[in-house]
């Protein structure tokens, strides 16, 4: 059975960090590309930043790059999300993603529940 637990969400003061930890099980975790989404009420749901599955070749939406850092731990199958300078505009739901992708054309995707990130003082 798969699944993705996402973890580590809270609240957190503008300006502070949080780690966000996404556990898998149930699929060859390495041969996967992980994604950090997040969704904030009222919003599309967007990309926060993607790792690639051999190579590791990262992406960051323009909002959180220089701030946010993804990262991955194939022999704990588990994929983190590194939050510094948080802000307020950060706050939403956020979710890990597993995709499959052969010759750049994506196979399978699975979903995590979400963990919550709330930035306010």
């Known amino acids: 059975q798969v699944q993705l637990v996402e973890s580590g969400g809270g609240l957190v003061q503008p300006g502070g960090s949080l780690r966000l930890s996404c556990a898998a099980s149930?699929?060859?975790?390495?041969?996967?590309?992980m994604s950090w989404y997040r969704q904030a009420p009222g919003k599309e749901r967007e990309l926060v930043a993607g790792?690639?599955?051999?190579?590791?070749?990262?992406n960051y939406a323009d909002s959180v790059k220089g701030r946010f850092t993804i990262s991955r731990d194939n022999a704990k199958n588990t994929v983190y999300l590194q939050m510094n300078s948080l802000k307020p505009e950060d706050t939403a739901l956020y979710y890990c993603?597993?995709?499959?992708?052969?010759?750049?054309?994506?196979?399978?995707?699975?979903w995590g529940q979400g963990t919550q990130v709330t930035v306010s003082s």
């Open positions: 149930g699929f060859t975790f390495s041969g996967y590309a």
């Open positions: 993603k597993a995709s499959l992708v052969r010759s750049g054309t994506p196979l399978m995707d699975y």
């Open positions: 790792i690639t599955s051999r190579s590791g070749i990262r």
